[in-house]
């Protein structure tokens, strides 16, 4: 929540899925993570599961009046504004006929409310259901249809490959496809036998050209040991450049390339904002590489106090400059699978790329000061020379 930043007003939304944006945009506003909603609704005497939330979000359809209310309340609208939200939502409803038939069974909130059936598990909680399906954009973080099936909802080995029964490609014709070899005529008298002659002067053009190779080689060796690896006049001897390594699945230390910085979090805070801080203090969280097929990883995190986590994208990467932050895992709003693209000859470190961004074209980034420490990451557009968006997975023992 920026400070002097009005809230989103409801009122213009036409459609019911404008209205969902909107919804969004106001949990963006208020700043709070899923758990941070759920905890102050609780606070007031309301119940806000997180994957209720979750849910609510992802869907194409209108909420129910009292998930609405409780969700703006926790989100921190005051109560003019809280009316502006009952009074749209009801004018969207009677419009398309829907009364209170807008959301689904799971979205019940009160007292006597359930805890949802999402995959917005907590990063110290359990939740480990699935949320409803849902043919709106949002529900598959707005992705498209090009990005296929959820890296959770298709199966892989632990070693990251997929099984594969594909045939191998035939090798072409077998022999009994194959023309028939020439058979020459033999003896003194047959016809058509080759002069031997050209033959010899064959092997010996090859032979000659062999051996002026070899002694070409031997003489750019020796001039080679003799300059002491150096290039042209006047320039110093070359260095050979290292290659950062391949990501592997694993635990890892994420290094911003050609620096002393790693990625963390600031311990004691709950925003889940992901900075670049000295590799001796990036402790918190732990992170890890799993690969989910097809070129794709997910970047897991393990917090000391909040547990396992995801890093990821907020509201499906729809907001320019949207924070790269660690949360809750399964969080059908978040874009929480990458692609770790090399960059360089050789490669100089790999770009964090989402993948499935309402953004396309846009790269982990660090953003402010690039040489402080604790300088924020975000989602901003891949930079022709990848300033600040070159990363080394160092693996951790």
């Known amino acids: 929540m920026s400070p ?3 809230a989103p007003d409801p009122r213009e939304a036409r459609t ?3 209205f969902l944006a909107r919804l969004q945009a106001l949990k963006d506003w208020s700043g709070l993570t899923y758990r941070d909603l759920s905890a102050r609704a609780e ?25 609405l209310t409780v969700f703006v309340r926790a989100c921190g609208a005051p109560p003019t504004e809280l009316a502006h939200w009952q009074t749209t939502r009801r004018r969207l409803a009677g419009a398309r006929g829907e009364g209170e038939a807008g959301a689904g069974p799971d979205e019940g909130v009160g007292p006597d409310a359930g805890t949802g059936t999402g995959t917005g598990a907590g990063r110290g909680g359990t939740d480990t259901g699935a949320p409803g399906p849902s043919g709106s954009p949002e529900a598959s973080g707005a992705s498209g249809a090009s990005e296929g099936p959820r890296p959770s909802d298709t199966p892989w080995l632990s070693d990251g490959l997929r099984p594969s029964n594909t045939p191998r490609p035939s090798d072409g014709p077998g022999p009994a496809h194959r023309p028939p070899s020439p058979v020459w005529p033999v003896g003194p008298d047959a016809q058509g036998v080759p002069d031997p002659a050209p033959s010899r002067i064959r092997r010996a053009l090859v032979a000659l050209v062999a051996v002026a190779g070899l002694v070409l080689a031997g003489v750019s060796v020796v001039a080679f040991l ?7 006049a006047g320039q110093p001897p070359r260095t050979p450049v290292a290659s950062a390594a391949a990501p592997v699945a694993g635990d890892v230390r994420i290094r911003v390339t050609g620096t002393g910085l790693c990625l963390g979090e600031r311990r004691g805070t709950r925003t889940g904002q992901v900075h670049q801080v000295p590799c001796a203090e990036a402790g918190v969280p732990l992170y890890s590489l799993v690969a989910v097929g097809a070129g ?3 970047i897991a995190s393990d917090h000391p106090d909040f547990g396992p986590g995801c890093s990821g994208i907020p509201s499906g990467g729809r907001i320019p400059g949207a924070a790269y932050e660690d949360s809750e895992c399964g969080d059908p709003s978040r874009v929480e ?8 000859r050789p490669v100089r470190g790999h770009r964090i790329v989402p993948v499935g961004s309402a953004t396309p074209g846009g790269c982990v980034t660090v953003t402010g ?11 901003a557009p891949c930079a022709p020379d990848a300033a600040g ?9």
């Open 4 to 6: 002097g930043e009005h």
């Open 16 to 18: 019911p899925a404008e």
């Open 43 to 67: 606070a007031r005497g309301d119940v806000l599961p997180r994957s209720t939330v979750a849910n609510m979000l992802a869907r194409a359809t209108l909420p129910r009046e009292g998930l």
């Open 226 to 232: 003799r300059d002491g690896h150096t290039g042209p």
């Open 296 to 298: 794709r990883w997910r």
């Open 337 to 344: 699978t990458f692609a770790l693209e090399p960059y360089g």
């Open 369 to 379: 000061d690039r040489d402080a420490a604790w300088a924020p990451l975000a989602q």
């Open 389 to 397: 968006q070159l990363f080394t997975f160092e693996r951790r023992d």
